[in-house]
């Protein structure tokens, strides 16, 4: 589909994988800067993608060390209603991700890629934005860890605030405002109204 | 028939003024979120599972089947106007309703799409009432071997099927299972996979591995490569269609909702498939061939028929099975599960009330929708002018306030980003994140009908071989290893048609 | 030595074009025609299509006014973006559209042409609509 990236359904479907020649051609969006299909863009960076597709490979192969070393050390517990216990299964995942771990190397030795997520809104020619991801997780991480001391009014305004601050939006002062009024209609709404657990913390008694 | 009583009180029970409210409520959420690009109804529903929780069971599953249908509907409204799916399923659409809208018709594309959506969507809810019921009486005669071998037919057909890379596929769904495996074993109280720590004792939430999957993890790949665009909204009036637009409409919508149903009743099938099986039917049946590509009102009416009635049709083994065919179906089995309903066979006989509701609130938001939407549709489109800064700050919002309700601890939060980055990671190296839902949500279930096959034949393997069904599945299984094969020449053909027709 | 117009589709840009075609006559200096929008939101009425900037160019070109346009999304404000021309290239004037902001809707909203004014070195000719 050139000219016009697929989306793919919010919930991990992939997008229909254009094969080279086919797929319905669209009309180009108008003032939409040219989007590349994602098969081309990073021609360039190609070997080094191979390589850090092996960390996944590595990931894979720990995970599934992991779960056979706790499925060792879990008890083994057969009963009359239960004829093999609670160790087959993680053995057998374990198992499995040995041998995925071991084919997806060979697959990456051989030149596959997996394609990374292409998107309505996703820019596939730029290398990762880690200043905005980092951004993004700090802002995630002040609110976990004021949540409870705090109170939901406030951690979650700094959360929505440094959100949108982190993903460029500069009406500092409007994203406040709309930080500030979003944590409270939903404290009101959802903990007072529908009975959901947020903590009041330091605002205690004055909600 | 007593299921046509059981639906007229579950009419009754929707037509109160309060579940009304929630049914206007749902499809609304539904069509904001379809209207906009970054946002689907598995996420919306995945986010809102928290804080639902206060809620009767009744008023939150009619909220999310107004989500379920509005998504649909505003899909097709971005995919017309502004030449952007809102939805994987509205990408059909976008080929001749932006064509349509380009050429002044933007009116009567979205009428025929709401209109389309509005009757294969009531079609296919018939039908959902005809089929169900027999296949809830098929579903009974199963034993545990047949349940293990049809959840093994859903891992495979969802690794094996989609995506270009069934070593990817595959992972993903092995690391999904791995995450189900979690907590306390449920029949032997062993812990497994707790790490010492305590709050893990009682497994990951679903709800938190949705959420973190699908909500932080989107958000935050798109903050890594956020594309910067402002394209135009082609302006539109009313929707409406003159009788030659009816005319040429009827039979497309027919058609579609015969493609989408079953489709969507099948696992891995999906809702793009019959879109594009649509698309190529109105192609090669049209009286107007010359307008194709130039926008046919053909070539929108059939496919937005078909998603429709597919999102109806993957609610017929979601709830008859207990078997979620997409990503949203999934969320919609989590959310039943939290509730300690569990979808299969003996949901009718237990909560007859709450699924003749359900279903019944489906007719009812399918009608909400297009009262919703006809009228309406320009002013949906104006959603679109909110920054995406906005949007995805939100998003983070709403699902650190869902996981932290879930437990009422920070823990969570850390947990939701751990998946969160794990759903990052995903992206990046392109390994496809439904296994890993299915994982997680079936896995649990199959272990628990594999032990009990097994428990039959005293560890024996062959226990978990039952009756002619499981024979019939396991060689299913064989054909869909095989599928990709196969696939590749059925669709392929097919969009070869599409491109050279 | 250019006069920049600072455009918009909407009333305010043309009245601002309507001014800008006369300085740049009066200067006898051609026009550079900016358009920028952050991108960040799917759509953006502030960003000129095609067809927009099509007419601007064929106003231009009737009036016999020397012109080029540039389009600019790259996650900047209009503001950053025209100040950034004016002290690199050689900018005579700014000719923007301005409309009345209260100080409260300046606070929330901000007002790129105060930030205009506030900080390009060259004369700034705000324009209201008529």
Same mark, same amino acid.
């Given at each position: 589909?050139t000219?016009m990236?697929?989306?793919?359904?919010r919930g991990?479907?992939?997008?229909?994988?254009p094969?080279v020649?086919s797929?319905?051609v669209?009309a180009p969006?108008?003032?939409?800067p040219?989007?590349?299909a994602p098969?081309?863009?990073?021609?360039?960076?190609t070997?080094?993608r191979?390589?850090?597709?092996?960390?996944?490979?590595a990931?894979?192969?720990?995970?599934?060390v992991?779960?056979l070393?706790?499925?060792?050390?879990?008890g083994?517990a057969i009963?009359?209603?239960?004829?093999?216990?609670p160790?087959?299964?993680?053995?057998?995942l374990?198992?499995l991700l040995?041998?995925?771990?071991?084919l997806y190397t060979v697959?990456?030795?051989?030149?596959g890629?997996g394609?990374?997520?292409?998107?309505?809104?996703?820019?596939l020619?730029t290398?990762i934005?880690?200043?905005?991801?980092?951004?993004?997780i700090?802002?995630f991480?002040?609110?976990?860890?004021?949540i409870?001391?705090l109170?939901?009014?406030i951690?979650?305004?700094?959360l929505f605030w440094?959100?949108?601050?982190?993903?460029?939006?500069r009406?500092?002062?409007?994203?406040l405002l709309?930080?500030?009024?979003l944590?409270?209609?939903?404290?009101?709404t959802?903990?007072i109204?529908?009975?959901?657990?947020l903590p009041?913390g330091?605002l205690?008694?004055i909600? | 028939?007593d299921?046509?009583?059981?639906?007229l009180?579950?009419f009754?029970n929707?037509?109160? =003024?309060?579940?009304?409210l929630i049914a206007?409520?749902g499809?609304?959420?539904?069509?904001a979120?379809?209207?906009?690009p970054?946002?689907?109804?598995?996420?919306?529903?995945?986010?809102?599972l928290?804080?639902?929780?206060?809620m009767?069971p009744t008023q939150a599953?009619?909220m999310?089947?107004?989500?379920?249908?509005?998504?649909?509907?505003?899909g097709?409204?971005?995919?017309?106007l502004?030449?952007? =799916?809102?939805?994987s399923?509205?990408?059909?659409t976008?080929?001749?309703g932006?064509?349509?809208a380009?050429?002044g018709?933007?009116?009567q594309a979205l009428?025929?799409?709401?209109?389309?959506?509005?009757?294969a969507g009531?079609?296919?809810?018939l039908?959902l009432?005809?089929?169900?019921?027999?296949?809830?009486?098929?579903a009974?005669?199963l034993?545990a071997?047949?349940?293990f071998?049809?959840?093994?037919?859903s891992f495979?057909?969802?690794?094996?099927?989609l995506g270009a890379?069934?070593?990817?596929g595959?992972?993903?769904?092995l690391?999904?299972?791995?995450?189900?495996?979690?907590g306390?074993?449920?029949?032997?109280?062993?812990?497994?996979?707790t790490?010492g720590?305590?709050?893990?004792?009682? $497994?990951?939430d679903?709800?938190v591995v949705a959420v973190?999957?699908?909500?932080?993890?989107e958000a935050?790949w798109?903050?890594?490569h956020?594309?910067r665009?402002?394209?135009e909204?082609?302006?539109?009036?009313?929707?409406w269609?003159g009788r030659?637009d009816?005319k040429r409409?009827w039979k497309?919508?027919?058609?579609g909702t015969?493609?989408?149903f079953?489709?969507?009743?099948?696992?891995?099938g999906? $809702?793009?498939i019959p879109?594009?099986?649509?698309?190529a039917?109105e192609k090669?049946?049209?009286?107007h061939?010359?307008?194709f590509?130039?926008?046919?009102i053909?070539?929108?009416?059939?496919?937005?028929a078909?998603?429709?009635?597919?999102?109806?049709?993957?609610?017929?083994?979601?709830?008859?099975i207990?078997?979620p065919?997409?990503?949203t179906a999934?969320?919609?089995?989590?959310?039943?599960?939290?509730y300690?309903i569990?979808p299969?066979?003996?949901l009718?006989?237990?909560?007859?009330?709450?699924?003749?509701t359900?279903?019944?609130s489906?007719? !009812?938001?399918n009608?909400?929708?297009?009262?919703?939407?006809?009228p309406?549709?320009?002013a949906w489109?104006?959603?679109?002018?909110? =920054?995406?800064?906005?949007?995805?700050?939100g998003?983070?919002f709403f699902a650190?306030m869902g996981?932290?309700?879930?437990?009422?601890?920070p823990?969570d939060l850390f947990?939701?980003?751990t998946l969160g980055?794990?759903g990052?990671?995903?992206?990046?190296f $392109?390994?496809?994140?439904?296994?890993?839902i299915i994982? !997680?949500?079936?896995g649990?279930?199959?272990?628990?009908? $594999?032990r009990r096959?097994?428990?039959?034949?005293?560890g024996e393997?062959?226990?978990?071989l039952?009756?002619w069904?499981?024979?019939?599945i396991?060689a299913?299984v064989?054909?869909v290893?095989?599928?990709?094969v196969?696939g590749?020449?059925? !669709?392929r053909?097919?969009?070869e048609?599409?491109?050279?027709g | 030595?250019?006069v920049?117009?600072?455009?918009?589709?909407?009333a305010?840009?043309?009245?601002?074009?309507?001014?800008?075609?006369?300085?740049?006559?009066f200067?006898d200096?051609?026009?550079?025609v900016?358009n920028?929008?952050r991108?960040?939101a799917?759509?953006?009425?502030r960003f000129?299509?095609?067809?927009?900037l099509?007419r601007?160019?064929r106003e231009?070109?009737?009036?016999?006014?020397?012109?080029?346009v540039r389009?600019?999304?790259?996650?900047?404000?209009?503001?950053?973006?025209?100040?950034e021309i004016?002290e690199t290239?050689?900018?005579s004037l700014?000719v923007?559209g301005?409309?009345h902001?209260?100080p409260?809707g300046k606070?929330?909203?901000g007002?790129?042409?105060?930030?205009?004014?506030?900080?390009v070195?060259?004369p700034?000719l705000?324009?209201?609509a008529d």
């Amino acid at each position: 589909m050139t000219g016009m990236t697929t989306r793919p359904e919010r919930g991990g479907d992939p997008p229909p994988r254009p094969d080279v020649g086919s797929g319905p051609v669209a009309a180009p969006v108008p003032g939409q800067p040219d989007g590349p299909a994602p098969a081309d863009a990073d021609a360039g960076s190609t070997p080094a993608r191979d390589r850090a597709q092996y960390a996944v490979c590595a990931f894979l192969a720990l995970v599934g060390v992991l779960v056979l070393v706790d499925a060792a050390r879990t008890g083994h517990a057969i009963s009359a209603a239960d004829a093999i216990g609670p160790k087959p299964v993680p053995i057998l995942l374990g198992v499995l991700l040995l041998i995925v771990a071991t084919l997806y190397t060979v697959d990456v030795a051989r030149g596959g890629t997996g394609e990374p997520e292409a998107g309505e809104d996703v820019d596939l020619t730029t290398p990762i934005d880690w200043r905005t991801v980092l951004l993004l997780i700090g802002a995630f991480l002040v609110n976990a860890v004021l949540i409870d001391r705090l109170g939901w009014v406030i951690s979650g305004s700094l959360l929505f605030w440094g959100s949108a601050f982190a993903l460029g939006n500069r009406h500092h002062v409007r994203n406040l405002l709309i930080a500030v009024a979003l944590s409270l209609a939903t404290f009101y709404t959802f903990a007072i109204g529908l009975g959901v657990s947020l903590p009041a913390g330091v605002l205690q008694g004055i909600l | 028939m007593d299921n046509l009583g059981n639906l007229l009180d579950g009419f009754a029970n929707v037509v109160t =003024p309060m579940n009304l409210l929630i049914a206007l409520l749902g499809v609304t959420i539904g069509t904001a979120v379809g209207v906009l690009p970054g946002i689907g109804p598995a996420m919306t529903v995945a986010l809102l599972l928290p804080v639902t929780y206060g809620m009767e069971p009744t008023q939150a599953f009619i909220m999310f089947a107004g989500i379920f249908y509005g998504g649909m509907y505003g899909g097709s409204t971005t995919s017309i106007l502004l030449n952007t =799916p809102g939805e994987s399923s509205s990408v059909v659409t976008a080929i001749e309703g932006n064509r349509m809208a380009k050429a002044g018709r933007a009116a009567q594309a979205l009428a025929t799409a709401a209109i389309g959506s509005f009757v294969a969507g009531t079609i296919a809810t018939l039908l959902l009432v005809l089929v169900t019921p027999p296949v809830v009486r098929f579903a009974i005669s199963l034993g545990a071997p047949d349940y293990f071998a049809l959840m093994l037919l859903s891992f495979v057909a969802v690794t094996a099927v989609l995506g270009a890379s069934r070593v990817r596929g595959f992972a993903s769904l092995l690391i999904g299972l791995v995450i189900g495996t979690v907590g306390i074993d449920a029949v032997s109280g062993q812990q497994r996979l707790t790490l010492g720590i305590p709050q893990l004792a009682d $497994g990951i939430d679903v709800v938190v591995v949705a959420v973190g999957i699908f909500a932080v993890g989107e958000a935050l790949w798109i903050a890594a490569h956020l594309r910067r665009r402002a394209a135009e909204v082609i302006p539109v009036g009313r929707p409406w269609m003159g009788r030659q637009d009816w005319k040429r409409s009827w039979k497309p919508w027919l058609r579609g909702t015969a493609y989408g149903f079953p489709f969507g009743a099948l696992p891995a099938g999906g $809702g793009e498939i019959p879109t594009f099986l649509s698309y190529a039917t109105e192609k090669k049946l049209t009286r107007h061939p010359e307008e194709f590509g130039r926008g046919a009102i053909e070539g929108v009416a059939g496919p937005e028929a078909a998603n429709n009635a597919s999102a109806a049709g993957t609610l017929v083994p979601m709830l008859a099975i207990g078997l979620p065919t997409n990503a949203t179906a999934a969320v919609m089995l989590a959310a039943f599960q939290q509730y300690g309903i569990q979808p299969g066979p003996l949901l009718f006989e237990r909560e007859s009330g709450l699924v003749w509701t359900l279903i019944a609130s489906l007719f !009812v938001g399918n009608l909400l929708l297009l009262v919703l939407n006809l009228p309406l549709a320009p002013a949906w489109a104006r959603l679109l002018r909110i =920054p995406r800064p906005y949007l995805y700050a939100g998003i983070l919002f709403f699902a650190s306030m869902g996981a932290y309700a879930v437990n009422a601890q920070p823990f969570d939060l850390f947990l939701l980003l751990t998946l969160g980055l794990l759903g990052f990671g995903m992206r990046r190296f $392109g390994l496809p994140i439904l296994p890993l839902i299915i994982g !997680v949500i079936l896995g649990p279930r199959a272990e628990l009908q $594999g032990r009990r096959a097994l428990q039959l034949s005293g560890g024996e393997l062959h226990g978990l071989l039952g009756g002619w069904v499981s024979w019939a599945i396991y060689a299913v299984v064989v054909v869909v290893l095989l599928w990709p094969v196969l696939g590749r020449f059925v !669709v392929r053909g097919v969009r070869e048609r599409l491109v050279t027709g | 030595m250019t006069v920049l117009l600072g455009y918009v589709p909407s009333a305010l840009g043309e009245a601002a074009l309507r001014a800008a075609v006369e300085q740049a006559r009066f200067r006898d200096e051609p026009v550079l025609v900016v358009n920028t929008s952050r991108g960040d939101a799917y759509v953006d009425p502030r960003f000129a299509q095609e067809g927009d900037l099509a007419r601007v160019v064929r106003e231009l070109t009737a009036e016999g006014v020397p012109h080029a346009v540039r389009q600019l999304m790259r996650g900047r404000d209009a503001a950053e973006e025209i100040t950034e021309i004016v002290e690199t290239e050689e900018i005579s004037l700014v000719v923007i559209g301005i409309r009345h902001r209260t100080p409260v809707g300046k606070l929330i909203m901000g007002s790129t042409a105060q930030e205009i004014l506030l900080r390009v070195r060259c004369p700034v000719l705000a324009v209201k609509a008529d």
